[in-house]
């Protein structure tokens, strides 16, 4: 498998524009996770899916912030609009729901808004 | 809820020298613990893992043992190189609960020096 894939790996944008982060799980896998990870918060965790379906989104940090899981290799999270803040990198993991669950994670998408 | 507590860093040795990174943990149930190591400009991965007390997790020349009494999972390494230098997080999971989700430590910075 090539594993968690993330894209794109860089993304700049201009404030109050659009921007939709994609990932595609390792097959097989039924949960995943949305983390970013800045200098000053560290590694959050925004958001995670069990078989599609949204568990936890109480890290998402504002409305302006959604995800998404059409289906089990796919998942999407959109800003708009966005934010010099919400510069950071944004990781992708996923898992098996299970015993001695280790996360896998993608390269991350490192996000610029300026 | 369950947490993670890690040395803060950053760490900064010189080459050959010996590490250890501290991490205990808060959690009920039976966790399985992790250390996760990551490169610059890289997405985690996992370093090791243990999945049940007095269990020792290896890799790479790293080591940790799951040590129940003390809530602890310290990572050791006998002699580091240049290469070691990463960030590391230590992690727990609690395999069929909270669909994986792990819950990871703030992460500790070492810096080896030649």
């Known amino acids: 498998d090539a594993g968690v894939i993330q894209s794109p790996r860089h993304e700049v944008t201009e404030m109050g524009q659009e921007v939709t982060l994609r990932c595609k799980p390792i097959?097989?896998?039924?949960?995943l996770f949305w983390y970013r990870q800045t200098m000053m918060r560290g590694l959050e965790l925004l958001i995670y899916f069990n078989n599609n379906v949204p568990i936890d989104d109480s890290g998402m940090p504002e409305d302006r912030f959604s995800a998404k899981m059409p289906n089990a290799s796919f998942s999407t999270l959109k800003i708009q609009p966005s934010e010099p803040r919400d510069s950071a990198v944004y990781f992708c993991?996923?898992?098996?729901?299970?015993?001695?669950?280790?996360?896998?994670f993608g390269q991350g998408t490192r996000l610029t808004v300026v | 809820g369950d947490s993670v507590t890690q040395m803060e860093g950053p760490v900064t040795l010189s080459e050959e020298a010996f590490l250890t990174i501290n991490c205990t943990y808060t959690?009920?149930?039976?966790?399985?613990l992790f250390w996760y190591v990551q490169y610059p400009g890289e997405g985690l991965q996992l370093l090791l893992k243990?999945?049940?007390?007095?269990d020792k997790g290896s890799n790479k020349g790293f080591e940790a043992t799951y040590r129940k009494e003390t809530t602890s999972f310290h990572l050791e390494k006998g002699s580091v190189q240049v290469s070691d230098s990463a960030v590391y997080f230590c992690a727990l999971s609690k395999g069929n609960t909270n669909a994986g989700k792990s819950t990871f430590g703030d992460g500790t910075t070492l810096t080896v020096k030649p």
């Open positions: 097959s097989g896998h039924n949960s």
């Open positions: 243990a999945t049940k007390a007095d």
């Open positions: 993991a996923s898992s098996f729901r299970g015993l001695n669950t280790e996360a896998f």
């Open positions: 959690a009920t149930g039976y966790p399985s």
